[in-house]
């Protein structure tokens, strides 16, 4: 059964620097998303992506957050100049459809920063 | 405002018992409801979502408008049902985004 796949799953980093999380979707899925988990809190939603534009963010995605798809099969989360409040477990999901369409996660890449 | 309210952290049973894991939500509309699984170091997987009116490992959940609920519930519980559960609902007036509740860790003890 296909998949949605994260990499790294673990990214340490220092704060102020530049980090990309990438995420490969189920290949016929059309709609893509990044949510964020902070240790002992909610799974919240950053962003969606469709046709290869953002179709929704949220508060929490600033100017220091970006997205692409760079080549029709990688998803990629960039966080510009890492805060240490953006620690956190990022999740990728991919979508065949819009809503109510089932949303596939992948597993996770835990960003720290130090 | 949109919200997921899942009032407890901590659900612990003993095999066999029932289980009912809460969930009300806020949403102006007529929103989907999910209920999303985490068992120990795996991924976020879709456990059941109301449209669909199935049960799924002995799980089910009943949407009720009038209470703004969706809880879920399994007239025995297993241990292999010990996992994180989370609600979330997603709506019509968005691009499919989900908001989550905060999760409720089931405990099944032998």
């Known amino acids: 059964e296909p998949e949605v796949t994260q990499t790294p799953s673990h990214q340490v980093t220092q704060m102020g620097q530049e980090v990309i999380l990438r995420c490969v979707p189920i290949s016929n899925h059309l709609y893509f998303y990044w949510y964020r988990q902070i240790l002992g809190q909610k799974v919240e939603f950053l962003v969606s992506f469709y046709n290869n534009e953002i179709s929704e963010k949220s508060e929490i995605f600033d100017d220091q957050f970006s997205v692409e798809r760079p080549d029709g099969s990688n998803f990629t989360l960039k966080i510009r100049s890492t805060k240490l409040e953006d620690s956190a477990m990022y999740f990728c999901?991919?979508?065949?459809?819009?809503?109510?369409?089932?949303?596939?996660f992948g597993p996770g890449t835990r960003l720290t920063v130090l | 405002a949109q919200r997921v309210t899942q009032p407890e952290k901590l659900l612990s049973v003993f095999k066999g018992a029932p289980v009912e894991l809460k969930c009300n939500y806020s949403?102006?509309?007529?929103?989907?409801l999910f209920w999303y699984v985490q068992y120990s170091r795996q991924r976020l997987q879709l456990l059941l979502r109301h449209i669909s009116r199935e049960s799924i490992k002995g799980f089910t959940a009943d949407l009720n408008k009038g209470e703004t609920s969706f809880h879920l519930k399994k007239p025995f519980a297993q241990e292999e049902d010990s996992a994180m559960y989370y609600c979330a609902l997603s709506g019509p007036g968005n691009t499919g985004k989900l908001i989550f509740g905060q999760g409720t860790t089931l405990q099944v003890k032998p």
């Open positions: 949403y102006s509309g007529s929103p989907e």
């Open positions: 999901a991919s979508a065949r459809d819009r809503y109510p369409d089932t949303q596939y």
